[in-house]
């Protein structure tokens, strides 16, 4: 079993920072790839940003990239989304996701999941 609690939502004006953190305890952290998923009103669930277990290797969605960095610290458990020149378009529910397989997170379809954390981008 993996336990998993994001942190860090709030509400921020349009080009600003937040970072996300997402404890996991339960398990072998470093055995674990993570993802960041997020899920606006109405819409589906999307991904975000992957990173392998190794944090050797990483991938974001397309209207992400240049802005979010996804990270990991073993030695804390803890995943990070470090998203800046946030835009209104970012407010949505932000979920971590884990599982021993990279395609299996990637897919959305990861056994463990967060609770969720909101983040509001205000123009």
């Known amino acids: 079993q993996v336990q998993l609690v994001e942190s860090g939502g709030g509400l921020v004006q349009a080009g600003g920072s937040l970072r996300l953190s997402c404890a996991a305890s339960g398990r072998a952290f470093s055995s674990l790839s993570m993802g960041w998923f997020r899920q606006a009103p109405g819409k589906e669930r999307e991904f975000v940003a992957i990173?392998?277990?190794?944090?050797?290797?990483?991938d974001y969605v397309d209207s992400v990239k240049g802005r979010f960095t996804i990270s990991r610290d073993t030695a804390k458990n803890t995943l990070y989304l470090q998203m800046n020149s946030l835009k209104p378009e970012d407010t949505a529910v932000y979920y971590c996701?884990?599982?021993?397989?990279?395609?299996?997170?990637?897919?959305?379809?990861?056994?463990?999941w967060g609770q969720g954390t909101q983040v509001t981008v205000s123009s």
């Open positions: 996701a884990a599982d021993e397989s990279f395609v299996t997170v990637r897919r959305g379809t990861s056994g463990y």
């Open positions: 990173i392998g277990w190794t944090g050797g290797t990483t």
